[in-house]
C-alpha cells in the first residue's frame, strides 16, 4: 500500500487482496459496515455483514449471476453483427480468425511497439439507492468491455472510490484488479460489482481510516462522488498519475454504478456498442484518456 495526503486529500493505492486483508485487521472498529438488521437491503444487497462480505471476496460470491449477465450482455452486443468489422489495429489478416467470424480479425505483426495499452478504471462507489442488479450489470459490463475489445489490446483493471467528507477531508482510492499480463478474474469482478464491497468493505476503511492510513484522520463515510463530478475533487491529471497512467497507455474512464447505462440489458448492450466504437477511435487517434459518459 502507498498513500499520499496534501490539500485535504488523502489518496490510497493498494492492490486487491490489500484492500480486502487491511479492512479485516483484528483491531479495527466497524459501524455502518458492519449493520446486521435486514432494514437496509435495498443497500447493503443481500449481504448481512461485513464478514459475509470478506468472505465472499473469496468464495465466488455471484459469479454465476455475474458470467450470465456478461453473456447476456454479449449477446445482444453481437447479434446484430451481420459482417467482422476492422481490427483496432494491424495490417496482416488472421484467416482463421476471419473464417470464424472474430470482429478483430487483423493482427498487428511484432514490432517494438507491441499492442495498445489501456487501463479500464471504474467507480465501485454509488450513492444511495442503486439496486444491485445495477451493480451487477455494472460488473458484467466491464467483463463485456473487454471480451468486445478482443485480443488486438492489452488491458489492465482498476477500481477507484472517490468521496468527500472522508478521511478529514477527501478520499481517492485505487485498486488493482487485473494487471495487463493477467486473464480477467470473474469472481474478483463479481464481489467488487456487489454493493456491499463498497458500503462493507470500503466503509471499513473509512470507519478506521486513523489505524489503516494515518492516526488523526477522521472516520466519517462521506458521500460519493462519481463520473464526471470526479473532477470536483481530484483533476483528471493528478488522478491519471495516482492510478499510474504511464507514456503510452490509455485511460478508459468507466461509468459508476448509478449511471443510467446499467438500469436495463438492452439499454447496456448498445451503450457498450457505442462504448466500443469510441475506445477503437480514440486508439487510433492514440488519446491519452477516453470517457465512457453520455454516450
Keep these: 500500500m502507498r498513500y499520499e495526503i496534501k490539500n485535504k486529500l488523502t489518496k490510497v493505492h493498494t492492490t486487491f487482496s490489500e484492500f480486502v486483508e487491511m479492512s479485516n485487521r483484528e483491531d479495527?472498529?466497524?459501524?455502518?459496515?458492519?449493520?446486521?438488521?435486514?432494514?437496509r437491503d435495498s443497500f447493503y444487497g443481500n449481504i448481512k455483514s461485513y464478514q459475509e462480505m470478506y468472505d465472499a471476496c473469496y468464495n465466488g460470491m455471484g459469479v454465476k449471476k455475474m458470467l450470465k449477465a456478461r453473456?447476456?450482455?454479449?449477446?445482444?452486443?453481437?447479434?446484430?453483427?451481420?459482417?467482422?468489422?476492422?481490427?483496432?489495429?494491424?495490417?496482416?489478416?488472421?484467416?482463421?480468425?476471419?473464417?470464424?467470424?472474430?470482429?478483430?480479425?487483423?493482427?498487428?505483426?511484432?514490432?517494438?511497439?507491441?499492442k495498445p495499452r489501456v487501463h479500464i478504471v471504474y467507480s465501485t462507489n454509488a450513492v444511495a439507492g442503486v439496486k444491485s442488479t445495477q451493480f451487477t450489470r455494472h460488473g458484467a459490463s466491464i467483463c463485456a468491455l473487454v471480451d468486445q475489445l478482443g485480443e488486438q489490446v492489452d488491458v489492465?483493471?482498476?477500481?477507484?472510490?472517490?468521496?468527500?467528507?472522508?478521511?478529514?477531508?477527501?478520499?481517492?482510492?485505487?485498486?488493482?484488479?487485473?494487471?495487463?499480463d493477467d486473464v480477467i478474474d470473474v469472481p474478483r469482478v463479481s464481489a467488487t460489482a456487489h454493493p456491499s464491497f463498497f458500503r462493507r468493505i470500503g466503509f471499513a476503511w473509512f470507519e478506521n481510516a486513523d489505524k489503516l492510513i494515518q492516526k488523526g484522520l477522521g472516520t466519517g463515510v462521506g458521500g460519493s462522488v462519481t463520473?464526471?463530478?470526479?473532477?470536483?475533487?481530484?483533476?483528471?491529471?493528478?488522478?491519471?498519475d495516482w492510478v499510474g497512467i504511464e507514456k503510452g497507455e490509455m485511460m478508459i474512464d468507466f461509468p459508476?454504478?448509478?449511471?443510467?447505462?446499467?438500469?436495463d440489458d438492452e439499454y447496456t448492450a448498445d451503450w457498450l456498442k457505442k462504448s466500443t466504437k469510441k475506445i477503437e477511435d480514440a486508439i487510433e487517434k492514440e488519446s491519452r484518456i477516453c470517457e465512457l459518459f453520455g454516450l
Design 28 to 39: 479495527l472498529v466497524y459501524d455502518s459496515s458492519d449493520v446486521r438488521t435486514g432494514a
Design 256 to 263: 459508476a454504478p448509478d449511471e443510467y447505462q446499467f438500469k
Design 156 to 180: 489492465k483493471i482498476s477500481l477507484y472510490i472517490t468521496n468527500r467528507w472522508v478521511f478529514s477531508g477527501k478520499g481517492c482510492q485505487i485498486v488493482t484488479i487485473k494487471d495487463y
Design 227 to 240: 463520473g464526471r463530478s470526479r473532477h470536483t475533487l481530484i483533476n483528471d491529471d493528478e488522478f491519471m
Design 71 to 114: 453473456a447476456d450482455l454479449n449477446d445482444l452486443v453481437n447479434h446484430e453483427v451481420e459482417e467482422p468489422r476492422k481490427a483496432i489495429v494491424g495490417e496482416t489478416l488472421n484467416v482463421g480468425a476471419y473464417c470464424s467470424g472474430n470482429p478483430y480479425h487483423f493482427y498487428k505483426d511484432a514490432d517494438e511497439y507491441g
